[in-house]
């Protein structure tokens, strides 16, 4: 039996109207930088104003900062982190999805620092490696997605364009959220091609964390849960975003998820796709990941690392009669089609076959961490055969 640790300090506030119970919770600060992304969304649903509306009926002043993009960069980072020391604010919220709430939470480490250097606190080649000396300020999360669970983690993925690195940044002391509040009723506009791609990156930590090198009973139970609930409800939410218990369903799968890369960990193929979106900034996280699943998860299937694991994971997707690590394949490629993602190209965002060996020594060299938890070692070409067999 493995040992694990488990210790996530993030109160989670989770259900429909839960945005509404805001202003009734105990703010860590009287000033905020409220962050947003650089779209139209927050402002046109409604979720900017109510939030305001919840930080002044809280007695909290706030500067909005909405310039973060679908792959947060270095550099907007930093610029936001500027304008909270400007403002002198005492703690950040994150209004938005994945890419929002990672952004945030880095913003809220960096922005007491000393440096303006956001990787002096990279661990990957081009950072210095350093721990921050100064305590991170708190932050709280407001969700509008259900794809990565950053919302109950203490990682941020950003990008930095001139060294080609997409990694995790973070899991310093105090990098979890004082507040994860988890409303469904604010992913009821996320178009369904969004949709589908968030829901397969939640479903991807899962899978990716069952058959990873630190399983453990807490991790099984946690991912098995978010595995199924996605396997069951995401194809609803696609098909109706207005299908509040769809929503909510794949909304709780999503905060699982979270919670397994707390309790476990995430593996080579999110590594992958961090390198092919670091070269290519307008491919979404969720879309790159399922564009290499089938050959990915096939890979693992041949090296018989894991055959057990494969035949829980085809089960919890819905196949009862799963007996060979095969159905599993079988399962995911249903669930894609059934999400009408199964014809995704990696041309269509500009990827190209030659550029296998590049992503799989970027994403050796950027996200060792998550080759470590591998089920096995492997090797660049390896990696890059990958790649080369998921290409369109």
């Known amino acids: 039996m493995k040992k694990f640790k488990f210790f996530d300090t993030a109160e989670l506030v989770f259900g429909a109207g839960s945005l509404n119970d805001l202003h009734t919770l105990e703010m860590p600060g009287k000033k905020a930088l409220l962050v947003i992304s650089n779209g139209r969304s927050a ?3 409604g979720y900017l104003d109510r939030t305001v509306a919840e930080l002044d009926a809280a007695g909290v002043e706030h500067v909005i900062f909405d310039k973060v993009a679908a792959n947060p960069l270095k550099s907007v980072v930093e610029e936001g982190a500027r304008l909270g020391r400007e403002e002198k604010v005492d703690f950040v919220v994150a209004l938005g999805g994945g890419s929002v709430m990672d952004a945030a939470k880095i913003m809220a480490m960096f922005i007491p620092q000393p440096s303006d250097d956001l990787w002096d606190y990279a661990f990957c080649p081009a950072g210095k490696k350093q721990l921050p000396p100064e305590p991170v300020l708190p932050w709280i999360a407001i969700t509008t997605s259900a794809g990565t669970g950053s919302e109950v983690d203490a990682i941020g993925v950003i990008t930095n364009p001139d060294t080609n690195e997409k990694v995790g ?11 994860a509040i988890v409303d469904p009723e604010l992913m009821k506009s996320v178009p369904p091609k969004f949709t589908a791609f968030q829901g397969f990156d939640a479903l991807f930590h899962s899978l990716e964390g069952y058959i990873s090198n630190k399983h453990n009973l807490m991790g099984d139970m946690i991912q098995r849960t978010a595995i199924e609930n996605i396997g069951k409800y995401l194809p609803r939410a696609v098909k109706d975003g207005s299908d509040m218990e769809a929503r909510e369903h794949v909304a709780f799968a999503n905060t699982l998820s ?7 960990s995430n593996v080579s193929e999110h590594s992958i796709e961090h390198a092919m979106s670091a070269y290519h900034g307008d491919l979404p996280h969720g879309a790159g990941l399922i564009m290499i699943s089938k050959e990915y998860f096939t890979f693992w299937i041949n090296k018989h690392v894991c055959d057990d694991r494969f035949v829980d994971m085809a089960r919890f997707l819905g196949r009862a009669d799963a007996e060979k690590p095969e159905d599993f394949i079988d399962a995911l490629m249903d669930l894609q089609k059934a999400c009408g993602v199964d014809d ?4 269509d965002y500009g990827l190209k076959k030659e550029e296998a060996m590049k992503i799989a020594v970027k994403a ?20 890059a055969g990958i790649y080369e067999r998921s290409y369109r």
């Open 43 to 45: 402002r046109a649903n």
């Open 169 to 179: 940044l973070g899991n310093f002391k105090g990098m979890m959220a004082r507040y």
């Open 258 to 264: 979270g919670y397994s890369m707390v309790v476990a």
């Open 344 to 347: 995704l190209k990696m041309s």
């Open 364 to 383: 050796k060299e950027s996200m060792a961490r998550l080759f470590a938890a591998d089920p096995a070692d492997t090797t660049n070409e390896e990696i």
